[in-house]
């Protein structure tokens, strides 16, 4: 390895990275604050820099380059991060760069088509764009020499070496075990959760989100910035730039509360990977199960237990006196953790979710095996919701349109949603060996169980697998009980069963 080989990888990760911070702040903006009239000329040029991306990305003689680091090279992080470089670009690099930019104004079309879609509650608006985003994976997967199926090449690009035949292992389980409990869990009596749903100007909303919770989370503006938009998300361009959205409700008070607890989660993973591994591929989480772990560890086993409130709900009372003046902490503790048999993923509680995300799955799965077409996909969608969950969505945008992942052909993603809630099960039991976590709620110290993440789970970036960290962290590898456990015995008590 000589000093020229390493200047040239140094001086090619510097121009992905910039490529990649300017695809970022305009994906940013587009989901965010941008004008929908200016929506065909942006994206005509999104798609251009995504084409000169792919090109440097992509480029032989990088490759030929990254095998000589992967193999070569002495420091265990500079191989790493070749192999990790070199693994992911062998899965693109026939794609035809004409096509990839194709692709890009694809992804674009149906993200506006989803968007309008939505208004209306039209899914036939949708669905060409979600039939071209199939084909597009389709044609993309073709192009890998992989041996693989179709759908376990999309299930490890969100989580490596995740298969369908360990994600039935995983959804059997949770099928086998919480869909009879939460038949009973429905049998039980109702925990009264109407004034959770009373008007609350948004405004005073966001207020209170800006001056309490924020603060609170030790959301630094230094480093974060909050917005709005429809579908909230959380992206980054490095470790001190890191952007969370979320939505007001009127007649949803904690909706926005909640969806920021969650993507400020995403916010500490990204912020407190080590610095080192900046502008390199291993600056980010390992993988979307992992990611999904630090947002809903967050957003449940911390935001929905009684010291986090015993901390944030005085001042909540504070701001909406006539709506909860006279509601208890307890009643309000109650209420926030009720399960209702719901149509709204990210608005279900935890004990309906990994059934929401087991519905995805296995449409996912149909779609990819061809089972199940995308006309009348919206029949399907509801009449799995009445199998599993018992609910009927009276509209589109209650049902197949409620998500935006689809319209970026991101399939595979849903899945890592309910595991990344398993690992977190797993990360909390280990957590509250370590340290007392409900007193550092109490006391206004969040940033206490934010430090434990960072020192066993975020400061690794995507340095060692899932699996890895996982045994770093707890001891002991994925253990999807944890999970189940911890739903049984939360809602065990809180219903009295």
């Given at each position: 390895m000589t000093d020229e080989q390493l200047k040239q990888y140094n001086d090619w990760k510097f121009r992905l990275s910039a490529y990649e911070m300017a695809l970022g702040l305009i994906g940013i903006d587009k989901l965010t604050v941008a004008p929908p009239a200016g929506a065909a000329y942006r994206d005509e040029r999104t798609a251009f820099l995504s084409g000169e991306h792919f090109s440097i990305y992509t480029d032989p003689a990088n490759l030929?380059?990254?095998k000589v680091l992967k193999e070569e090279v002495e420091d265990e992080d500079i191989r790493k991060e070749a192999d990790t470089y070199y693994r992911d670009i062998m899965k693109i690099v026939s794609i035809p760069k004409a096509e990839y930019v194709a692709f890009q104004r694809a992804t674009d079309a149906s993200y506006d088509a989803w968007i309008e879609a939505k208004q209306t509650n039209e899914y036939k608006r949708f669905e060409p764009h979600l039939k071209s985003m199939i084909e597009w994976r389709r044609k993309f997967c073709s192009y890998r020499n992989s041996e693989l199926s179709l759908?376990?090449?999309?299930?490890?690009?969100?989580?490596?070496?995740m298969t369908q035949e360990?994600?039935?292992?995983?959804?059997?389980?949770?099928?086998?075990?919480?869909?009879?409990?939460?038949?009973?869990?429905?049998?039980?009596?109702?925990?009264?959760?109407?004034?959770?749903?009373?008007?609350?100007?948004?405004?005073?909303?966001?207020?209170?989100?800006?001056?309490?919770?924020?603060?609170?989370?030790?959301?630094?503006?230094?480093w974060g910035y909050q917005n709005e938009t429809e579908h909230p998300f959380t992206s980054w361009t490095c470790e001190n730039d890191c952007r969370t959205t979320t939505k007001y409700l009127e007649n949803n008070v904690v909706s926005s509360i909640f969806s920021t607890i969650h993507e400020t989660g995403h916010a500490w993973y990204e912020h407190n990977i080590d610095p080192k591994y900046d502008g390199t591929i291993l600056s980010t989480g390992v993988s979307s199960g992992m990611h999904e772990?630090?947002?809903?560890?967050?957003?449940?086993?911390?935001g929905r237990s009684l010291p986090f409130w015993e901390a944030n709900y005085p001042s909540l009372q504070k701001q909406f006196p006539k709506q909860f003046g006279s509601v208890s902490l307890l009643q309000f503790m109650n209420a926030v953790n009720a399960s209702h048999r719901s149509l709204i993923r990210t608005e279900a509680d935890e004990l309906t979710y990994p059934i929401h995300i087991l519905i995805r799955y296995e449409i996912e799965k149909g779609l990819f095996n061809g089972s199940i077409s995308t006309?009348?996909?919206?029949?399907?969608?509801?009449?799995?919701?009445?199998?599993?969950?018992g609910v009927h969505a009276s509209t589109a945008s209650e049902g197949i349109l409620q998500d935006v992942h689809w319209s970026d052909g991101s399939f595979g993603y849903f899945p890592t949603y309910a595991l990344g809630s398993a690992f977190a099960a797993q990360f909390y039991s280990a957590m509250r060996r370590d340290i007392d976590v409900d007193e550092a709620l109490r006391s206004n110290r969040y940033i206490d169980c934010i430090h434990w993440l960072k020192e066993h789970v975020q400061k690794y970036g995507a340095r060692y697998s899932a699996d890895e960290i996982l045994r770093r962290a707890t001891g002991e590898s994925f253990n999807p009980d944890y999970y189940i456990d911890y739903l049984i015995d939360k809602y065990s008590r809180l219903y009295q069963l």
């Open positions: 030929e380059l990254l759908y376990d090449q999309l299930l490890d690009n969100y989580e490596p070496g360990a994600y039935d292992v995983f959804f059997n389980r949770i099928r086998e075990r919480l869909v009879p409990f939460i038949d009973r869990v429905s049998e039980a009596d109702a925990i009264e959760d109407a004034f959770l749903f009373q008007s609350c100007d948004t405004v005073l909303q966001k207020k209170w989100t800006e001056n309490v919770l924020l603060p609170y989370l030790r959301f630094d503006p230094d772990s630090q947002s809903r560890f967050c957003e449940n086993y911390l006309e009348q996909l919206d029949r399907t969608w509801d009449e799995m919701y009445q199998k599993y969950l």
